[in-house]
């Protein structure tokens, strides 16, 4: 392949060279508008969940605890965790928590734009904006305090460097000219915005190596002068740039997510259909739209001859597409297949769908769009109230009900360290402060026993299981002591834990009451 060809593969029509009119700009503008009020809409209609819990508490604990806790056990989405840390100055409400990860979601919609214009034209890059604008899997993840948001907008930033990259590359092979200042801007933002996704989420390292595939298969031609040598030295740095994180898996292994159940057929069609919006209409629709994108590439597809469309077809599907294949693979020997953590190949998916949707002509356009917005809003109207990928725990409910019922002399044990998390929370929005600070002293709940290293929350109270000792020397002098109980195996199978709770705190209070929650289960141990 002759260095020409890179630049028809990257180059632009002349369409795209003519300016946008007004229409087309304010066009974007309403679609961007669309996309920030239904994120905004309905933010605090559920109820905080343990892992967004989880997100906050972690945020503020203080620095020296903070940096212990992302070396010994959350360095993923450490960069997340940074950026909340600043936005909790300004405001503690659950509305305004998430609406960190709601203006992230928002910046997401002018970088799948550039894209989609570099790949196709601004068409195409106008109807990518207003699918990603409705899409309930992208409104489902911007509306939840964690860091998935944040991951999908660094991956399309760093795949727009790498396009732009690429693009400027092209031209100046084709005219013999030096590396442009341009060129090497480009190139330094690929390297920043790769970081960093690598550090919001570590899945983020398979769109990297997608990235190598890709552009190894278009560079590797007779002309040495179009091998990106540039190229592999921002890979070295940003290989050295994610070592800690790297050294961080290494030390940890799979234990963080050794609760990942392995993917059937089944899950994975479920996983498809929540990607396009949550419905099969959509999603039948989103299948043709994907098969009318890669129809005009026929053969060439994966032709050593890469033609125009077949090149961005190529990094579009192996962006979409590779993640996905490589984790369901893996997971024969150990799953790591998470639907949630795919939430980075959507910005590919919709692109390639607004492709397929260009194609049709002008007057069946319109009507497959109003169609396919219309689903989109069905999808959004869902997830406003349901999580269609999974079963929302209820700890901040059984956390309030603890607080609701507690008399004074009541201690509380927590099955596993993590549960205190939710709990926390819900006395920091109780108190109107954060009570997970060592500065916090005040009345509010029962006495903590386990777990329990100091006046405020410590990186030890984030992990660790009771043992028997403790529990007999720690609720002496406890007229009633609470059991938080949370992820203790299923129905009839408790784990070890929970067991040795059930026996050892009838010997000091023989009376128990019982209440369960979605995914929680409270007890009450007391004397008659």
Same mark, same amino acid.
């Given at each position: 392949m002759q260095p020409t060809a890179v630049n028809e593969s990257a180059g632009a029509s /002349? &369409?795209?060279?003519? &300016?946008?009119?007004?229409? +087309?700009?304010? @066009?974007?503008?309403?679609?961007?508008? @669309?996309? #920030?009020?239904?994120?905004?809409? *309905?933010?605090? *209609?559920? /109820?905080?969940?343990? $892992?967004?819990?989880? &997100?906050?508490?972690?945020?503020? #604990? $203080?620095?020296? =605890?903070?940096? +212990?806790?992302?070396?010994?056990?959350?360095? =993923?989405? &450490?960069?997340?965790?940074?950026?909340?840390?600043?936005?909790?100055?300004?405001?503690?409400?659950?509305?305004? #928590?998430?609406?960190l990860s709601v203006v992230i979601s928002a910046a997401t919609l002018p970088a799948i734009y550039w894209v989609a214009k570099q790949l196709y034209d601004r068409r195409v890059a106008l109807i990518a904006a207003a699918l990603l604008a409705v899409n309930a899997y992208s409104i489902r993840y911007a509306q939840e305090a964690r860091s998935y948001a944040l991951f999908m907008l660094l991956a399309t930033l760093s795949s727009g460097f790498l396009i732009a990259w690429f693009r400027e590359m092209s031209l100046d092979l084709r005219s013999q000219s030096a590396t442009s200042n341009s060129q090497t801007l480009l190139l330094r933002g690929y390297i920043l915005t790769s970081v960093l996704a690598v550090y919001a989420h570590l899945y983020a390292i398979l769109l990297l190596v997608g990235h190598w595939i890709v552009v190894s298969r278009i560079l590797r031609c007779e002309n040495n002068q179009a091998r990106p040598g540039n190229l592999r030295r921002a890979w070295k740095i940003i290989a050295l740039a994610v070592l800690p994180l790297l050294i961080f898996v290494a030390k940890t292994g799979a234990g963080p997510i050794r609760w990942i159940q392995r993917p059937g057929i089944r899950d994975l069609f479920e996983f498809f259909e929540h990607l396009a919006g949550g419905n099969w209409a959509l999603a039948l629709i989103y299948a043709l739209a994907l098969l009318a994108a890669l129809i005009p590439t026929g053969k060439s597809l994966w032709s050593p001859d890469t033609a125009r469309q077949a090149w961005r077809c190529q990094l579009l599907l192996v962006w979409l597409l590779f993640p996905i294949v490589l984790t369901v693979l893996l997971s024969f020997a150990r799953p790591v297949f998470l639907a949630r953590y795919m939430i980075f190949c959507l910005p590919a998916l919709l692109v390639l769908v607004a492709a397929g949707l260009a194609r049709l002509n002008r007057w069946l356009l319109p009507l497959a769009l109003v169609v396919v917005l219309l689903l989109g809003l069905q999808g959004t109207a869902f997830i406003y109230g349901h999580d269609f990928d999974n079963e929302r725990d209820a700890s901040g409910a059984a956390s309030n009900f603890i607080l609701d019922h507690t008399q004074p002399g009541d201690a509380i044990i927590f099955h596993i360290a993590e549960t205190r998390v939710p709990y926390e929370f819900v006395r920091s929005l109780r108190a109107g402060t954060n009570t997970a600070s060592p500065e916090f002293i005040g009345p509010l709940g029962p006495e903590i026993l386990f777990p329990h290293h100091g006046a405020g929350l410590d990186y030890r109270d984030f992990t660790g299981k009771p043992i028997p000792e403790f529990v007999r020397s720690a609720v002496q002098g406890h007229p009633r002591v609470w059991l938080m109980l949370m992820n203790n195996g299923p129905a009839g199978k408790p784990d070890l834990t929970t067991v040795m709770l059930t026996q050892v705190l009838p010997e000091y209070f023989p009376k128990v009451e019982r209440w369960q929650f979605p995914k929680v289960e409270i007890r009450l141990y007391s004397r008659p």
């Open positions: /002349p &369409s795209q060279s003519l &300016s946008a009119g007004w229409p +087309h700009w304010l @066009t974007l503008s309403v679609v961007l508008g @669309t996309a #920030i009020l239904v994120r905004f809409r *309905c933010l605090s *209609c559920k /109820p905080f969940w343990f $892992d967004e819990s989880f &997100s906050v508490e972690v945020a503020r #604990i $203080d620095w020296r =605890n903070f940096l +212990h806790l992302m070396w010994w056990r959350e360095a =993923n989405m &450490s960069l997340y965790y940074m950026l909340l840390r600043v936005w909790l100055h300004f405001g503690q409400s659950p509305f305004f #928590i998430r609406s």
